[in-house]
């Protein structure tokens, strides 16, 4: 995929000795009437540049709760998260907007394109907002992203006019817009049949081939059988954690 990694970037990690995204005694605690409840209580795990990590688990694990950890999109209550060299638990909202918009590309469930906006124009919002792609190469780009997921055709159309599926490779491009080096994918296919949601992972492991860190949320083991490692969640803990070489 190096059609898409045209942006000069420095290496997410200083030392190849030292993983990507390391967590180290995560707990992000919710009111609960009177009392707390802990969605993530002590976690910690470590995941190197170029994984795909697969994390499962029952619903009301903790599975989205530690994917907004990773991206930023929630604060733990305790406990620390570094990225490459960025601690994110240390950073203002600002920073931490700013970081995620640079570091990070999410695919949610569902899709979270605006609805106002064209497919093309929701592709270089994404690249507005952040700033790292030359403002004369975003069409370009944008247009290339979408011919990369097949949606060519749709750059015009609204959200409102396209499928299930074609919503779901819109947000893939949107995710990759500016080209960031981690991936990350709440139940992506959770809303799409199973041929759609092939493609949707072919796509995502393309971007692993091209040398990017994908997590996944899924519940579908074809998806999870796809990815180099599956960390299983319970009550808000890891209870296993298993590289494909060892299943
Ligand atoms: P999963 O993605 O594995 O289904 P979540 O991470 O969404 O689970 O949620 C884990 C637990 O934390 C659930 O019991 C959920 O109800 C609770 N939870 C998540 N977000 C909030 C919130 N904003 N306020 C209160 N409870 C929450
Ligand atoms: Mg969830």
Do not use: Y
Request: glycine share 8%.
């Amino acid at each position: 995929m190096t059609a898409l990694s045209h942006i000069d970037r420095p290496p997410a990690s200083a030392s190849p000795a030292t993983s990507l995204i390391r967590a180290s005694g995560l707990s992000r605690l919710f009111p609960l009437g009177e009392r707390q409840f802990a969605a993530l209580s002590d976690l910690s795990i470590s995941i190197d540049a170029g994984e795909s990590v697969a994390i499962v688990g029952r619903s009301g694990s903790g599975k989205s709760t530690l994917l907004n950890l990773i991206t930023g999109i929630d604060r733990p209550t305790r406990g620390m998260i570094h990225v490459g060299d960025t601690a994110l638990h240390e950073l203002s909202e600002n920073a931490l907007t700013a970081w995620r918009g640079r570091s990070v590309g999410i695919v949610f469930q569902f899709f979270q394109l605006l609805p106002t906006l064209s497919v093309l124009d929701n592709v270089l919002l994404a690249m507005d907002f952040v700033g790292v792609v030359p403002v004369k190469q975003r069409s370009e780009r944008a247009m290339h992203l979408l011919e990369r997921v097949g949606l060519e055709q749709h750059a015009t159309k609204l959200p409102s006019g396209l499928s299930g599926g074609e919503l779901q490779r819109a947000a893939v491009a949107r995710a990759l817009a500016n080209d960031p080096p981690i991936l990350v994918a709440d139940e992506p296919t959770g809303n799409l049949d199973s041929k759609t949601g092939e493609i949707i992972v072919d796509l995502l492991l393309e971007m692993v081939a091209g040398g990017r860190t994908l997590i996944v949320v899924t519940h579908d083991v074809a998806i999870s059988a796809q990815l180099s490692r599956v960390v299983t969640l319970a009550d808000g803990a890891i209870v296993s954690d298993i590289a494909r070489a060892a299943r």
